[in-house]
C-alpha cells in the first residue's frame, strides 16, 4: 500500500476533508487530558502520550443502553421488547496509539468470533475508520514491543500516520484506508525506508523486557500456585482502575431498570477486580480474596487470552494501569515473577 504526505499547511484542510461524510473523532488536549472527541479539526493536537482513556469506548462504552419495553397497552407494541442497537455513524478515528489499536483486536475476538457476535459492538467498528499515529518517543511507562507490538504497529489500523515536519506522514494499510485517503488532497510520497528507520529507534528507546517472552503460555498450573499471589496482592485496593482504563478489557453487567410503565435494559462496565463479580446468588464467591482476583488478572492477560487468542497476549503494553494503580501495582514487576516461576 503507498504513502502519502500532509504538509503543515495543508494539515487543518486534511482534518476537514477527513469530515465530508463521516463523524471525525480526534485527539483533544495535552498530556493526561488528551481525549479522543468530535471537535475542532483545527484543533488536533499531535503532542500526546496516549489518551487519557483507551478507544474502547468508543466502541463498548462505559454504560450503554441495550434495549427499551413498554407495559402500556395503548403503545404499539406492549410488552415486546424495542431493540436500540445499530444506531452506529459512520466515523474516522484519528490518532489512536499502536498498542491500543492492537487492544482493539483483542477485544474484538471477544465481541465477534465463530460462536458470538455482538450488535452493539459490530456497528460500530464496522462503521469506523481507524488511523493510527505512530509513538516517534515512547514514554517510560510503555512497552509495547515487548508485548509483541511496536511503536509504529499497524495491527487493527486502516492507516498508520507518524507526525513529520508539522505535518503528517502516512501509510494506507487497507483498501478502506487506501480509498479514505484519496478523498484528501494528500500528496504520494515514498516513505518506506523513513518509517523504517523512525521505527527502529523507537523499539530501541523503549529498551528489552524480556521475562515477558519468558513466560510459557502452556504452563497453567505451576503459575497458578505460584507463591507470591498473595504478596502481589496485598496493596490491590480493588478500585478496579486498572481493568476500567485497559483496552483490552471487556467485562460487562447487564441491568433492568425499570417502573410500572416500562424500563431500559443497560450494559455496564464491571471488573474483575471487585469482591461481587464471582458472588454467586448462594453467596458462595470462588474468587473469595484479593489473591484471587489479582492472580486471575495477570493469568488472564498473559495467559487465558494468549491461549485463546493463538499467542497474542491481553496485554498490549500501553502503561495505563502501570501509571494509575494507586497501590503501584506494576505488570512488568509481576510479569518477571511468573517468568522466574516458571523458570525455577
Ligand atoms: S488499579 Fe491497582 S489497586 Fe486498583 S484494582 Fe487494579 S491492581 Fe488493585
Ligand atoms: S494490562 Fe495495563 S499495560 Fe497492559 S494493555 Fe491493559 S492497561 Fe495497558
Redesign the pocket.
Known sequence: MPEYLVKENALADFFRELTQDRRLLTPQGQGENCRLEETDPSKVSLEYTNTHKSPKECFFPQTEKLLAFSKEADKPHPNEYRDLGDKAVATVIFGLRP?DAR?LCVADKVFQNDRFTDPYWKGKYEKTLKIGLACLNPSPQCFCAAMGGSPFGEAGLDVLAYPRDKGLGLKTLTEAGEALIKTTKAEPGDLKSEIADLEKKAIEAQGPIDHFVAINERKIMELYKAPHWPTTAEPCLGCGV?TF?????HCFDIQDEANERGGIRMRNWDTCMSALFTQHGSGHNPRPSKTERIRQRFMH?LKYIPIKQDGVRG????????VMCPANID?RSVAALMAQTQAS
Do not use: A
Not at 245 to 249: A, M
Not at 315 to 322: S, W
Open positions: 498498542c487492544g486498572c482504563f485497559c483496552p483490552t478489557c492477560k496485554c498490549t503494553g500501553c502503561g495505563r494501569c502501570v505488570i
